[in-house]
């Protein structure tokens, strides 16, 4: 009988994680039949790798089949590719990983320097549980759990989620750890986490545009309605990453294990998932925290079926192989993306090249919403030679300096003389005229005659 543990389904930076109970897998759980895949070249031989489809444990990984995993192994199983997960980290669990985690780093400040230590109370395994679905190798005799690339290695980038001990911000924690997975060889970032917010934090602009800009394939979980995800939130609503929804077993967008949204490429299993503890125990786990990893397994088989490919042309297979479902109104939906996942087809099919992230401009948004100047807008040129400028006039000599009580010849020119001008006249004129009237007055009283 596998042990349960209770683990997240989606892990929220904006709250504390909650736990879920761990669902029971069910022996021969249904899947979707794959639609036909696009023509393509007979796939390489490749040395084999150990596989027990009748274990257990391997059994009830659906997923192997239902979406197409253990026919691209017979192409690749993912080698000289590396997966980083930045996560809760990647615990030793019993030396499952052997040689896989080639590196690691804390940027908590409450891990182990090397990225291993589980951090965090609440749901620690996280990162360990998202780390061998992506690329667990398996038991060297074809049992026990395996992940989607078992050949490729993976960078362990610890993480002190809210309501950790740690006091670093969490925005600068993924900024930093982006950064340092792709300076160390990452090809393939996971991210299962959301914010439950739309925008983000204007560090992660650089960060992700660095990631594009070093050819890193960034797979993002969309979050989980059931642990009270109601949108897509960031790093997924980021242009430019590959963000995963999640189906059921039957390949049914599943109702409490994901949330829908127009930024969702493709769909992947996220109910009655299997995945290590940090001690090395298989138990049950559901959400699009698993889904996102199958998808960067499948990535990582990809890039490493094709060597030198663009992170673009990457993605740009994934969501054009994946398999259209009745439910789908549009291409991509809002429920469903571009559809569901066919890692074979994406590893072996025709597939246009593409000269551009088909899921989105980073650079244009933070051009447009930012306010950051376009590249294309006119910039002047610093002027190096000082401009000569004629020099100004001499100014007026200053008068020499008097009383206020005695005229200038300013005054008397413009003020004293015009003003004696029209005064005197004035005068005369106005006496004139009383002069005259009095004279009038005095003949009239002479002249009256006397009664």
Excluded at 120 to 144: C, F, M, R
Excluded at 152 to 174: D, I, M, N, R, Y
Excluded at 382 to 404: E, F, K, M, Y
Aim: hydrophobic share 45%; aromatic share 4%.
């Amino acid at each position: 009988m596998l042990s349960r543990v209770a683990v997240c389904t989606a892990m929220a930076a904006s709250a504390m994680l909650t736990a879920t109970p761990a669902v029971a897998v069910p022996a021969t759980p249904a899947s979707v039949a794959p639609a036909e895949a696009t023509p393509a070249p007979a796939p390489q031989a490749t040395s084999p790798v150990p596989d027990d489809a009748n274990d257990p444990i391997r059994s009830q990984e659906y997923w192997l089949d239902a979406s197409r995993i253990r026919d691209a192994w017979r192409t690749t199983r993912g080698e000289g590719v590396t997966i980083a997960v930045l996560d809760t980290g990647i615990g030793a669990a019993g030396g499952a990983f052997g040689g896989s985690v080639v590196g690691g780093i804390d940027m908590s400040g409450v891990g182990s320097k090397d990225g291993r230590t589980p951090v965090g109370v609440i749901n620690s395994d996280h990162g360990t549980l998202v780390a061998s679905t992506a690329a667990a190798p398996g038991k060297a005799d074809g049992t026990g759990l395996i992940g989607v690339a078992p050949r490729a290695k993976l960078l362990s980038v610890s993480l002190g989620f809210p309501g950790s001990s740690s006091t670093v911000p969490f925005s600068e924690q993924v900024a930093k750890g982006m950064r340092w997975a792709v300076d160390h060889g990452a090809d393939v970032i996971n991210l299962s986490f959301t914010t439950n917010t739309l925008d983000w934090d204007p560090s992660w602009d650089d960060a992700f545009l660095y990631a594009y800009e070093h050819d890193v394939v960034v797979v993002v979980a969309a979050g989980n309605r059931g642990s009270g995800t109601s949108i897509v939130g960031a790093p997924a609503t980021i242009p430019g990453v590959l963000t995963v929804g999640g189906v059921d077993a039957a390949g049914i967008a599943s109702r409490e294990a994901s949330t829908q949204g127009i930024t969702i490429g493709v769909m992947a299993p996220s109910e009655q998932l299997l995945g290590l503890d940090a001690g090395g125990t298989v138990v049950g786990w559901e959400g699009t925290s698993g889904a996102a990893p199958i998808v960067a397994g499948a990535a990582a088989l990809v890039k490493a079926a094709h060597p030198g490919m663009s992170a673009d042309d990457v993605m740009n297979r994934l969501i054009r192989t994946a398999v259209p479902v009745p439910e789908m109104r549009s291409t991509p939906d809002v429920l469903y993306g571009y559809g569901l996942l066919d890692v074979n087809a994406a590893v072996t099919a025709s597939v246009p090249h593409v000269t551009t992230n088909p899921m989105g401009d980073l650079k244009e948004w933070i051009r447009v919403y930012r306010r950051a100047a376009s590249p294309t807008d006119p910039t002047p040129d610093a002027t190096a030679t000082p401009v000569a400028i004629a020099p100004l006039p001499p100014a007026d000599r200053p008068s020499r300096p008097g009383t206020p009580l005695l005229p200038t010849a300013e005054t008397l020119r413009y003020g004293t003389l015009p003003l004696l001008a029209l005064t005197v006249p004035g005068i005369v004129i106005a006496l004139g005229v009383t002069a005259a009237a009095r004279r009038i007055r005095m003949e009239r009283g002479r002249r009256t005659p006397t009664p």
